[in-house]
């Protein structure tokens, strides 16, 4: 079992930056692919990036492809998002995900993965 823990979050002006991280404690990180996903007010929570374990595989959302970028430091049990020329759009609640999954596996979809953090907020103005 592993424990999640997003912090980063904020209020930014679009075109700001801003990056997340996932603690994880518990069972070895690396044990696990993460996920990034978010959920703005009355709208489904949705995809946004996802990394293997060992960092060899990433997979994006079209709607943050090139401006956002996930990365993993299994040393550090820490997984992160940075987030570039960020849009009013981008407002919501983010969540990182752990999945048990192969070495060399990614997921997509929120049925994937077995934990989750509680989210932090991230809000742009315009």
């Known amino acids: 079992q592993v424990q999640l823990v997003e912090s980063g979050g904020g209020l930014v002006q679009a075109g700001g930056s801003l990056r997340l991280s996932c603690a994880a404690s518990?069972?070895?990180?690396?044990?696990?692919?993460m996920g990034w996903f978010r959920q703005a007010p009355g709208k489904e929570r949705e995809f946004v990036a996802a990394?293997?374990?060992?960092?060899?595989?990433?997979y994006y959302a079209d709607s943050v492809k090139g401006r956002f970028t996930i990365s993993r430091d299994n040393a550090k049990n820490t997984g992160y998002l940075q987030m570039n020329s960020l849009k009013p759009e981008d407002t919501a609640v983010y969540y990182c995900a752990a999945a048990s999954l192969p070495k060399n596996s990614i997921v997509v979809v929120t049925q994937g993965y077995d934990y989750w953090g509680q989210g932090t907020q991230v809000t742009v103005s315009s």
């Open positions: 990394i293997s374990r060992s960092a060899s595989m990433t």
């Open positions: 518990g069972r070895a990180f690396s044990s696990y692919a």
